[in-house]
């Protein structure tokens, strides 16, 4: 809500106070009325105490099917969101951490953990985000979160992770 609509709230608020007095003779004497404060509109951006609130900007892990480097469908929203944080706030920054399972040559995985987080980047450019804002690092498979050699084990290892550097 901008200035002018405010000072235009307040006054309104102000000639209906005293419209009301006239027609209570004694009463409005003894009553005390308290000033009238609203709080500031949201004007729907986010702040970095949304980080850890917001529902969708707390999903900060973006997972990928095997020996692919193309983003999901179901991963979409969370780009929107991310996005909107990055354009939204300016001066935040994010890397983006591909990550590949164990399988494949050191090599070949640190390209596609590569490949995964240019594709979210990508993603959140697409979106509203700024190149700017963003850097991609792959570790391959050097930082699993699982070191079982399952499938269900190899699935969590294939993903992005958004860390912001900046909020």
């Known amino acids: ?10 006054a309104s608020i102000v000639v209906a106070l005293a419209a009301c007095s006239k027609k209570v003779k004694e009463e409005v004497d003894t ?9 500031p509109a949201s004007d729907g951006r986010y702040t970095p105490a949304d980080l850890d609130t917001d529902a969708c900007l707390r999903q900060r892990t973006v997972y990928f099917d095997f020996d692919q480097d193309t983003l999901r469908p179901e991963f979409q929203a969370i780009m929107a969101c991310h996005a909107k944080y990055l354009s939204d706030r300016p001066e935040s920054r994010m890397t983006l951490e591909g990550n590949a399972d164990e399988r ?9 953990g590569e490949r995964r987080g240019n594709a979210v980047s990508g ?3 697409g979106a509203g985000g700024s190149a700017g804002q963003i850097t991609v690092v792959s570790y391959g498979e050097e930082r699993p979160v699982c070191t079982d050699s399952a499938e269900s084990c190899w699935q969590r290892n294939r993903r992005v992770e958004i860390v912001y550097t900046a909020k």
């Open 31 to 39: 009553v005390t009325t308290a000033p009238v404060t609203t709080a």
């Open 123 to 125: 993603a959140l450019q």
């Open 1 to 10: 809500m901008n200035t002018t609509t405010r000072v235009l709230l307040a």
């Open 104 to 112: 494949g040559t050191r090599e070949y995985n640190l390209g596609l």
